[in-house]
């Protein structure tokens, strides 16, 4: 009887090893797809986490990533979103569905979610200046300029969000403060052909 129960129990392992193998390693499937995406093998990249998906955030985040790199923007969009839904207050899934819908020219949706971004973090830097940016594209420049002055404010000798602010002020007829940013502009890029032409127009 003893050696029935000692058969039994040696079958017993045998079978677990294999079954412990078969378990999904995402450590592994993780590491072959940074070693595929290295080489912009995206498909590569993208096989090992679709082998172990069980939708998790970091395997939606992975995939939204590597689905936009291989211009597969409604995918990409998809799980990104996935992950928005997973982690509401996180900031990194929210910037990386900014990518896809720009690609897929999804600009209400951009700016609904660079909005959930400033919920989260109303200084966010990129949010703010790329929210003034779809403003400033519409010639919303009151609302265009409140974004800016966020990021001037925290970034005062920045180009790009000086030279922003400076032509919504421009267009609101805010002409001393314009002519301020435009000087700074030119400090920051000397010759710059746009501050140049925001201040012969002023």
């Known amino acids: 009887m003893d050696l029935v129960k000692l058969t ?42 679709k082998g172990v998906y069980t939708g998790t955030y970091e395997q939606n985040l ?63 830097t990129q949010a703010n200046y790329w929210t003034g940016v779809i403003y400033l594209n519409r010639k919303a420049y009151g609302q265009a300029a409140r974004y800016f002055e966020h990021v001037v404010n925290l970034y005062p000798f920045d180009y790009d969000s000086n030279i922003s602010l400076a032509w919504a002020y421009l267009n609101l007829g805010k002409k001393a403060e314009a002519r301020a940013l435009y000087t700074k502009a030119l400090l920051i890029r000397p010759g710059d052909a746009a501050a140049t032409a925001g201040l012969r127009r002023l």
């Open 8 to 49: 039994f129990a040696t079958a017993a392992l045998v079978y677990a090893v294999p079954a412990a193998a078969q378990a999904p390693d995402q450590s592994a499937a993780f590491a072959t797809s940074y070693a595929a995406e290295a080489k912009a093998d995206y498909a590569e990249a993208i096989a090992p986490i």
């Open 62 to 124: 992975r995939l939204g990533w590597l689905y936009f790199l291989a211009k597969n923007y409604p995918a990409a969009a998809a799980h990104y979103q996935k992950a928005v839904e997973q982690r509401p207050y996180a900031i990194e899934p929210k910037l990386g569905l900014i990518k896809p819908l720009n690609a897929l020219g999804q600009i209400e949706k951009m700016l609904t979610t660079y909005e959930g971004i400033l919920k989260v973090d109303p200084q966010n």
